[in-house]
């Protein structure tokens, strides 16, 4: 049952084929058996997992109505607070925080009854695209064990991609769910910004952060997207408008007379042959299902990276300014007579790591008067231009596509060494934040070159996320006709027999 | 164009209240003249004649009713303190010997 949909496990509660506390359970052994080599999960909750799952059966045979995911195990990013839960947001900072509450995201699953395994490993503070920034040591690709599985949100796309969960929870600040999606060969959306609410979300960067669904299926992704939007009077930057209807959309997946932009500066050089092949072979896919292509231009694009690393290490140098010492969290340095500015000043370098240091350092100097105007008041007049690019784009076409990520997934330790080569990972991920507009990926292949799985992304304009669903849903029956099984099926197998 | 020295690198690191090696100033200090000179770019574009955003949606001064709901208990509060006494947070020193 656990390589199903989440779709068809619900189909199966419903009928009575299997219980939620079973289907649990063998999610549980999944994990058991195969995370000591993947290392998707930094805390694993079988107990509150099982006795969540008893009481949905409790419900069904009391005959209550239920939602579309009741019953269904999901595996959360460590970012997201879930009351008494360990939650460390990849840091050491946070090592042993259990917080007193939930995040609306954590609510919301809760109240459609959906099943909450544990926390999923992720770089520290969600800063990095590979995992390998998280104080818990790497996530492993399940593709292939030596390799990356994207990040930040690496855990909870490697934990649907070794089949441990059916669903995950994942935040995108700059591709954090996408790039991620991409390279495990799973399906990944960041929402329009305000459209899934931050509260109990740990903030990188505050204008940028965006939770959303991770799934295996275009549709079990848009059954999580329902199950967790909306507005919340706990984030004033919670859109107040109904949730567009994704579901409808992912079940529909009809693009007939849909114009579909392909942006010219998001392919190219730098860009992997591979990936570039079954992008172009996607974009047939669709325009046999009726689409129309067409070519858009975004000249200044080739500025989002540049803008990205201005605004999100300044917006980062201020959010974990929290970080002191003093309420919740790590305290280092307490002796008698020791003051609290040294308390606070050891206990952060001793907290946080390499990369959140390097970002709190540049954000600090980004926001210094003098250097104010020329770097992060340049760096939003950017994002300015971005959002105009993408308005003009959408003029001529109702989404817009691009590979996901430049490469397929690369070797653990590959870049850790070379912060500007990391960067660039996330090149055609980040002018969707910049934006607020929606983004999603899902896999269209696997690359001649390395067989690693290679991800199409979509982008729509804000509050019409129903957009990508369609395309998504319609670029996914067209692939699946032609392999005849998800791509996950020619994934390594592990964990032995199940 | 842009270059950092160790000094600044551990000017910055004062005033974002992180205490680093010389080891790690160093580091820092080198790898940023990659990133600054990478980052700069945006100066290309960024003429006075386009206009900041700051933020994705045109919000301002959202407000909700003023209606008292349940929160957290003083135990819940606290029970993340590293530190704490008579229902508060017991931090260190703030203040110098003789206040």
């Known amino acids: 049952m656990i390589k199903k949909s989440a779709h068809e496990m619900s189909q199966a509660l419903a009928g009575g084929e299997i219980t939620s506390v079973q289907l649990t359970q063998q999610h549980l052994n999944r994990i058991a058996s195969v995370d000591t080599d993947v290392h998707a999960f930094l805390h694993v909750d079988a107990e509150g997992a099982?006795?969540?799952?008893?009481?949905?059966?409790?419900?069904?045979?009391?005959?209550?109505?239920?939602?579309?995911?009741?019953?269904?195990?999901?595996?959360?990013?460590?970012?997201?607070?879930?009351?008494?839960?360990?939650?460390?947001?990849?840091?050491?900072?946070?090592?042993?925080?259990?917080?007193?509450?939930?995040?609306?995201?954590?609510?919301?699953?809760?109240?459609?009854?959906?099943?909450?395994?544990?926390?999923?490993?992720?770089d520290e503070f969600a800063m990095g695209s590979s995992t390998e920034n998280s104080a818990y040591g790497p996530t492993h690709n399940p593709w292939d064990l030596s390799r990356i599985p994207g990040g930040s949100g690496g855990g909870s796309a490697a934990a649907l991609a070794a089949f441990e969960a059916p669903?995950?929870?994942?935040?995108?600040?700059?591709?954090?769910?996408?790039?991620p999606a991409a390279v495990t060969g799973t399906v990944g959306v960041k929402p329009t910004y305000g459209g899934v609410s931050r509260y109990g979300l740990i903030a990188f960067s505050s204008s940028l952060d965006q939770a959303g669904p991770c799934a295996r299926t275009v549709l079990d992704t848009a059954l999580l997207h329902e199950a967790i939007a909306g507005h919340d009077p706990r984030d004033s930057t919670s859109i107040n408008a109904p949730v567009p209807a994704v579901v409808q959309?992912?079940?529909?997946?009809?693009?007939?007379?849909?114009?579909?932009?392909?942006?010219?500066?998001?392919?190219?050089?730098?860009?992997?042959?591979?990936?570039?092949?079954?992008?172009?072979?996607?974009?047939?896919?669709?325009?046999?299902?009726?689409?129309?292509?067409?070519?858009?231009?975004?000249?200044?694009?080739?500025?989002?990276?540049?803008?990205?690393?201005?605004?999100?290490?300044s917006e980062c140098s201020s959010n974990l300014a929290r970080f002191d010492a003093m309420r919740y969290g790590l305290r280092v340095g307490d002796e008698s007579?020791?003051?609290?500015?040294?308390?606070?000043?050891?206990?952060?370098?001793?907290?946080?790591?390499?990369?959140?240091?390097?970002?709190?350092?540049?954000?600090?100097?980004?926001?210094?008067?003098?250097?104010?105007?020329?770097?992060?008041?340049?760096?939003?007049k950017v994002r300015t231009l971005i959002t105009q690019d993408f308005e003009k784009a959408f003029t001529h076409a109702d989404v817009l596509v691009s590979p996901?990520?430049?490469?397929?997934?690369?070797?653990?330790?590959?870049?850790?060494?070379?912060?500007?080569?990391m960067y660039l990972n996330d090149i055609a991920t980040i002018p969707v934040n910049m934006a607020g507009i929606g983004g999603m990926s899902l896999p269209c292949g696997l690359a001649p070159e390395d067989s690693l799985p290679v991800g199409f992304q979509i982008m729509s304009p804000a509050m019409q996320d129903q957009r990508m669903y369609l395309v998504g849903a319609a670029l996914e029956a067209a692939l699946l006709a032609q392999w005849g099984a998800p791509l996950l099926s020619q994934a390594p197998v592990m964990g032995g027999a199940q | 164009m842009s270059s950092l020295s160790r000094d600044d690198v551990a000017h910055l690191a004062r005033l974002a209240r992180i205490e680093m090696t010389d080891e790690e100033l160093v580091n820092l200090a080198s790898e940023?003249?990659?990133?600054?000179?990478?980052?700069?770019?945006?100066?290309?574009?960024?003429?006075?004649?386009?206009?900041?955003?700051?933020?994705?949606?045109?919000?301002?001064?959202?407000?909700?009713?003023d209606v008292v709901a349940p929160s957290l208990t003083p135990e819940e509060a606290l029970s993340g303190a590293p530190a704490s006494e008579e229902n508060r947070f017991k931090v260190p020193q703030i203040l110098g010997e003789e206040a």
């Open chain 2, 32 to 65: 940023f003249d990659v990133i600054l000179n990478a980052v700069a770019r945006v100066q290309e574009v960024a003429t006075a004649d386009v206009a900041p955003t700051s933020h994705p949606l045109p919000l301002r001064n959202v407000f909700r009713p």
């Open chain 1, 167 to 179: 669903l995950a929870i994942g935040t995108d600040t700059g591709g954090s769910i996408r790039q």
């Open chain 1, 50 to 122: 099982l006795a969540q799952a008893a009481s949905i059966d409790a419900a069904r045979s009391r005959g209550e109505k239920l939602g579309p995911l009741a019953g269904i195990p999901l595996a959360l990013k460590d970012v997201m607070t879930q009351k008494g839960i360990p939650t460390t947001a990849g840091s050491k900072m946070l090592e042993g925080w259990r917080p007193p509450y939930d995040s609306t995201v954590v609510t919301n699953l809760k109240s459609a009854g959906i099943v909450i395994l544990g926390k999923t490993n992720m």
């Open chain 1, 337 to 380: 007579g020791a003051s609290a500015e040294s308390v606070m000043n050891l206990t952060r370098d001793i907290g946080f790591g390499r990369e959140v240091k390097r970002r709190i350092i540049l954000g600090t100097y980004a926001l210094s008067s003098g250097y104010y105007d020329a770097y992060y008041g340049s760096a939003q």
């Open chain 1, 249 to 313: 959309a992912a079940k529909s997946g009809d693009v007939k007379g849909m114009k579909i932009g392909v942006v010219k500066e998001l392919n190219g050089d730098g860009y992997q042959a591979g990936v570039r092949s079954r992008f172009e072979e996607s974009l047939e896919l669709l325009a046999k299902a009726g689409a129309e292509i067409v070519e858009v231009s975004c000249p200044n694009f080739e500025y989002a990276l540049a803008a990205y690393y201005l605004i999100a290490p």
């Open chain 1, 404 to 421: 996901t990520c430049p490469t397929t997934a690369f070797k653990i330790g590959e870049k850790s060494n070379d912060p500007l080569a």
